[in-house]
C-alpha cells in the first residue's frame, strides 16, 4: 500500500486566498484525522471523520476552516480566506480499528500565507 | 482536558549509550498511549502502541513503558545510534475517543 498520500506537499499562496488541501487515507481505513503542526502549539487535532462523517471538529480554529470526506478514499481541508497565521503543517491520518486506535501519518502539506 | 508533556525538550548522546525519553498526561483515562518518531520535513512513524490493560511494548531496540496511575510514560533506547536522531512524540487518546493529544516532543540528536 502508498501509505496516506497528500497533496500538494509545498503550498505558498497570498493572504486573502482559497487554499485546498487533499487527502487519500489508506485503502480500507475508517477513520481520517486532520492535524495542524506548528512551533509554537505542536500538532493538534483539527477534525475527524469515521466512515466518511465528521465525528468532532472542535478542533477546527474557526469558520473560515472546512474539511469534507465525500468517499472514503478521498478528503480536503479548505481555508477560505487564508491569513499568515495559518502556516504551518497540515497532516492527514487514518486508521483502521476505532478499537487500536494506531494512526497512519502523511507526509504532510506545508503551507505558508504571505 | 487532556495535556501532554515531554521532557526534556532536546537531548544530545554520544553513539552507543542507552536512553530515556519521558511523557506524562494528566488524565489517567486514557486506552491507548502511542509513540512516534517524526524525521525533518516528514511525517509521524508510529513506533510502538501500548494500550492500557498492558504495562510496555518492545520492538527491536525499543522499549516503551506506561504506568496509568502515575501518568507517565517512558521510551527506552538501547545502544543508540546515529540513524535514530529525530524527534520523538507520545500521544495519548482523549477520554477513550480516537482523538489523540500530542506532546511537543523530544529532539534526539546522537552524535557518532
Known amino acids: 500500500d502508498a501509505g496516506v498520500i497528500q497533496s500538494p506537499r509545498h503550498e505558498v499562496t497570498e493572504m486573502g486566498q482559497e487554499v485546498t488541501l487533499r487527502c487519500k487515507p489508506i485503502?480500507?481505513?475508517?477513520?481520517l484525522f486532520w492535524y495542524r503542526q506548528t512551533m509554537m502549539r505542536g500538532l493538534e487535532l483539527l477534525i475527524y471523520f469515521n466512515n466518511n462523517v465528521p465525528i468532532d471538529d472542535s478542533g477546527m480554529p474557526e469558520d473560515r476552516f472546512s474539511a469534507k470526506m465525500p468517499n472514503a478514499s478521498f478528503s480536503t481541508l479548505k481555508i477560505q480566506p487564508s491569513e499568515p497565521r495559518d502556516s504551518a503543517v497540515y497532516f492527514c491520518?487514518?486508521?483502521?480499528?476505532?478499537?487500536?486506535?494506531?494512526?497512519?501519518f502523511g507526509p504532510g502539506t506545508r503551507l505558508t500565507v504571505t | 482536558k487532556q495535556e501532554v508533556t515531554q521532557i526534556p525538550a532536546a537531548l544530545s548522546v554520544p553513539e552507543g549509550e542507552n536512553l530515556v525519553l519521558n511523557c506524562s498526561f494528566t488524565d489517567s483515562a486514557i486506552y491507548n498511549l502511542q509513540w512516534f518518531r517524526q524525521d525533518p520535513g516528514k511525517g509521524l512513524t508510529s513506533l510502538l502502541l501500548?494500550?492500557?490493560?498492558?504495562r510496555e511494548q518492545t520492538s527491536g531496540r525499543l522499549n516503551a513503558s506506561l504506568d496509568k496511575s502515575s501518568g507517565r510514560s517512558t521510551l527506552y533506547i538501547a545502544a543508540s545510534q546515529p540513524g535514530d536522531s529525530a524527534t520523538y512524540l507520545c500521544?495519548?487518546?482523549?477520554?477513550?475517543?480516537?482523538?489523540?493529544?500530542f506532546g511537543k516532543g523530544t529532539k534526539l540528536t546522537v552524535n557518532p
Open positions: 500521544a495519548v487518546d482523549q477520554g477513550g475517543s480516537e482523538k489523540l493529544v
Open positions: 501500548i494500550q492500557s490493560s498492558q
Open positions: 485503502s480500507g481505513h475508517n477513520s
Open positions: 491520518a487514518s486508521n483502521i480499528d476505532p478499537n487500536s486506535y494506531e494512526q497512519y
